[in-house]
């Protein structure tokens, strides 16, 4: 069983910047591949990004490219998603997640862990 916690969310205006924490507890994090979904009001839930293991290697969805940055510190059992030059369409609540897959994953029914999610709002 893993759970997992995230936080950093909040109000910023556009243009701003907020770093996202998906804090790891249970069973061993560094064996998990981690994604961040996405899920704005009235849409789907969405693939924002993930990070591999062991390599670290990143994979962004089209829309944060060059905007996001996704890291992961095993020691501390903690995954980030740094958002840089936020925009109002990045409004959503943010879920981290594991899945058992060592590769990149963009379907969120391939991951078995989800935190509860947190919300960013984005001001125009």
Not at 20 to 45: H, I, Q, T, V
Not at 108 to 117: I, L, M, P, R, V
Request: charged share 15%; hydrophobic share 35%; glycine share 10%.
């Amino acid at each position: 069983q893993v759970q997992l916690v995230e936080s950093g969310g909040g109000l910023v205006q556009a243009g701003g910047s907020l770093r996202l924490s998906c804090a790891a507890s249970g069973r061993s994090f560094s064996s998990y591949a981690m994604g961040w979904f996405r899920r704005a009001p009235g849409k789907e839930r969405e693939f924002v990004g993930a990070i591999t293991w062991p390599a670290g290697n990143t994979y962004y969805e089209d829309s944060v490219k060059g905007r996001f940055l996704i890291s992961r510190d095993n020691a501390k059992n903690t995954v980030y998603l740094q958002m840089n030059n936020l925009k109002p369409e990045d409004t959503a609540v943010y879920y981290c997640a594991t899945t058992p897959l060592p590769a990149i994953v963009v379907h969120a029914d391939q991951y078995n862990y989800w935190g509860q999610g947190t919300q960013v709002t984005v001001s125009s």
